[in-house]
């Protein structure tokens, strides 16, 4: 992150992140003394997490992805997303990017005095962020790339790998992980003997810090909880 942007490939793939998901994961199980252990992703996180599961199936319990990026077809004579090693992202870059999805004929599902709480922690988050102009945080552009890359017909990790149980969250109006994004998803998951996949309504791709919050809260510890289990036939 300190050599010029321009000088190594998007940081922080999902290769990369899913070998921290295993440090982090072999921690927690050896200090709390559990076997396999839950976890919740959003967005480009279930790219990491879903080659880690299908990597250690018997280290997952469950699986809950939020708003997971799904594979969509190649584009013809699109050439493979690229892009620099970071990025620098203001928090105006933020707030644009998180009310895109907000139809214009509804009420803001995002508090603007929540985000402006949240966007001081953000710049906070990096200690020369407030030294540029305008303000704004550097981070890896591997997400971002691995997200464009999904939607090129090159996703991240082998959903048909995972067979722990799934739950799919995702908002009415989130404009990344569309009807069909699911659907190919769900589908995907066939080694999953206990998937769902359930939309909220209300709700974009940062439905964790809007309105509905609560709902995608009940829904993913329901899910956690293992009530969908008294359904299935023995």
């Given at each position: 992150m300190e050599a010029p942007a321009e000088a190594g490939p998007p940081l922080c793939l999902a290769e990369d992140a899913a070998a921290q998901v295993a440090a982090a994961v072999r921690f927690i199980l050896e200090h709390q003394g559990f076997s396999s252990l839950s976890i919740i992703t959003h967005s480009w996180g279930s790219m990491p997490v879903g080659r880690f599961a299908g990597d250690h199936p018997?280290?997952?319990?469950?699986?809950v992805l939020f708003a997971p990026i799904a594979r969509r077809d190649?584009?013809?004579?699109?050439?493979?997303?690229?892009?620099?090693a970071w990025r620098?992202?203001?928090a105006e870059d933020q707030w644009?990017?998180?009310?895109?999805?907000?139809p214009v004929d509804q009420a803001?599902?995002?508090?603007?005095?929540?985000?402006?709480?949240?966007?001081?922690?953000?710049?906070?988050?990096?200690?020369?962020?407030?030294s540029r102009e305008p303000a704004g945080v550097k981070i890896p552009s591997g997400p971002f790339v691995e997200i464009l890359r999904?939607?090129?017909?090159?996703?991240?990790?082998?959903?048909?790998r995972v067979s722990a149980p799934v739950v799919i969250l995702r908002g009415a109006w989130d404009g990344l992980v569309t009807d069909a994004d699911a659907r190919w998803l769900f589908d995907a998951l066939r080694h999953s003997l206990v998937k769902r996949d359930i939309k909220i309504g209300r709700g974009t791709h940062l439905m964790?810090?809007?309105?509905?919050?609560a709902a995608?809260?009940?829904e993913s510890v329901t899910f956690l909880l293992g009530e969908d289990v008294a359904a299935i036939p023995v």
């Open positions: 018997t280290l997952i319990d469950r699986l190649p584009q013809r004579y699109a050439l493979r997303p690229d892009g620099p620098i992202v203001g644009a990017r998180f009310v895109e999805d907000q803001p599902v995002l508090s603007k005095l929540h985000f402006d709480d949240w966007a001081r922690r953000y710049l906070d988050s990096d200690p020369r962020s407030r999904a939607w090129h017909g090159e996703l991240a990790y082998e959903p048909e964790h810090l809007e309105t509905m919050r995608l809260w009940r």
